[in-house]
């Protein structure tokens, strides 16, 4: 397996334009989480999925934040518009079930100018 | 207070010294993660517990649940292992991590 995929690696957009993360779990995976991580905050749970379906969305910073899974195979992290403190990497993760490792996608660094 | 406190923030440390790097948490927990990202930045499960010891090549990880507390130990350090180790704990419900800070640990040569 691939592991999982995130992309793009890196993206850089001007303040107030809309940016989407995109990830691919794991095949077989049930579970899948978007996280994100900067230097003051260290990393951080944004939301996670299960079977698809949202089940804690208490990291999500503001209502400029969405995300959605349509499907096992992909799901999207949405900021519209985007900030400059926004700017930070965005880690996908899945993991199998909750009693399993989590495994985690190479990241996508965001920097909002 | 944090609900997981990792020590220490920064650690140098010559080729070939044991590591241990530690965690405690606050809150009650299913399991623990230890984590490892290189500079490039991808983050690599090492070890998920939530009793005893787990062992990997030079890695053990330990924890104590009564104490709240668990450490990370490497063997015969390398720079190959210098990275930020990161700890994580489950909690008893759910799928939820909570991160620690990390300890950004650099081994020379």
């Known amino acids: 397996d691939a592991g999982v995929i995130q992309s793009p690696r890196h993206e850089v957009t001007e303040m107030g334009q809309e940016v989407t993360l995109r990830c691919k779990p794991i095949s077989g995976h049930n579970s899948l989480f978007w996280y994100r991580q900067t230097m003051m905050r260290g990393l951080e749970l944004l939301i996670y999925?299960?079977?698809?379906?949202?089940?804690?969305d208490s990291g999500m910073p503001e209502d400029r934040f969405s995300a959605k899974m349509p499907n096992a195979s992909f799901s999207t992290l949405k900021i519209q518009p985007s900030e400059p403190r926004d700017s930070a990497v965005y880690f996908c993760?899945?993991?199998?079930?909750?009693?399993?490792?989590?495994?985690f996608g190479q990241g996508t660094r965001l920097t909002v100018v | 207070k944090n609900e997981v406190e990792q020590s220490p923030q920064n650690l140098t440390a010559q080729e070939g010294e044991f590591i241990t790097i530690n965690c405690s948490y606050s809150v009650g927990i299913s399991a623990l993660h230890w984590l490892q990202q290189h500079p490039g930045g991808g983050i690599v499960s090492l070890f998920m517990l939530s009793s005893g010891k787990k062992k990997h090549g030079r890695l053990i990880a330990t924890i104590n649940i009564q104490e709240k507390h668990s450490s990370l130990h490497i063997t015969a350090s390398h720079p190959r292992d210098s990275a930020v180790y990161i700890c994580?704990?489950?909690?008893?419900?759910?799928?939820?991590?909570?991160f620690g800070a990390g300890t950004i640990l650099r081994v020379k040569s």
């Open positions: 994580a704990v489950q909690g008893e419900y759910g799928n939820k991590l909570v």
């Open positions: 993760a899945s993991r199998r079930t909750q009693n399993t490792e989590a495994f």
């Open positions: 999925f299960n079977n698809n379906v949202p089940i804690d």
